[in-house]
């Protein structure tokens, strides 16, 4: 099962530009992640905030949490066409185990 | 940091054979492996939670007889698809977390299968 939305689902975006994805989850959680998918490859950690963080800043990367909400964003500044992949947030599933993903945002920077 | 390798990256097979699927942690021991499945331009579905040395626990809606999975040791995982239809065509993730680290996980690159 997949914990919640993301939008937009498709991003175009100039080089320089800033790309703002939003993720909005259904459960209670310790902790959300942000991950990054190249085309047909694996995923890579990006970032991971608290539930008791409200914003989380690593190099271009920023990312908010409000639990009142049960939302959260990922801000990449001044893009580069390198940052094109798909980015998806994930929270833990009711055990705590496994991941489960948000259905992810296709960002899309053109040179 | 750490790494988890999956291997093969792509495979090819005909419709009614089985195709195994390894994913090792290279750095450190896994007792929980995780394998989800990816179809284009959707986001991951977990299978199921590999448990090293016991069962597997299966996502509803999993068949635990077609997607085989065995957790033999603390760095390897696999999986099996049986009797592969082209409807099990898809992008098989593996993932494991260092039980020592914090909560991020790792991934596999990823397999490719397709079944003709």
């Known amino acids: 099962s997949q914990q919640g939305e993301e939008d937009p689902q498709a991003l175009s975006i100039q080089e320089g530009e800033n790309a703002t994805m939003n993720c909005s989850y259904k459960?209670?959680?310790?902790?959300l992640q942000w991950y990054r998918q190249n085309s047909g490859r694996g995923l890579v950690h990006l970032i991971l905030?608290?539930?008791?963080?409200r914003e989380k800043h690593s190099g271009r990367l920023r990312v908010t949490l409000d639990t009142s909400k049960k939302s959260s964003s990922l801000l990449i500044t001044a893009s580069r066409a390198a940052d094109t992949a798909s980015y998806f947030c994930?929270?833990?599933?009711?055990?705590?185990?496994?991941?489960?993903f948000g259905k992810g945002t296709t960002l899309s920077v053109s040179s | 940091g750490a790494v988890v390798s999956q291997h093969p990256s792509w495979v090819i097979c005909k419709s009614g054979t089985s195709v195994k699927i390894e994913c090792r942690s290279l750095d450190f021991q896994a007792t929980t492996m995780f394998w989800y499945r990816q179809f284009p331009k959707q986001s991951l579905m977990l299978m199921a939670t590999?448990?090293?040395?016991?069962?597997?626990?299966?996502e509803q809606g999993v068949e635990k007889d077609k997607f085989l999975i065995n957790h033999a040791s603390l760095t390897l995982s696999t999986l099996t698809v049986t009797s592969a239809h082209p409807e099990d065509s898809s992008f098989y993730i593996c993932s494991a977390r260092n039980p020592q680290g914090n909560t991020e996980a790792f991934f596999g690159q990823g397999t490719r299968l397709t079944v003709v």
């Open positions: 994930a929270t833990a599933n009711q055990a705590g185990t496994a991941l489960i």
């Open positions: 905030i608290r539930s008791n963080e």
């Open positions: 590999s448990n090293e040395g016991s069962k597997a626990t299966y």
């Open positions: 459960t209670s959680i310790n902790n």
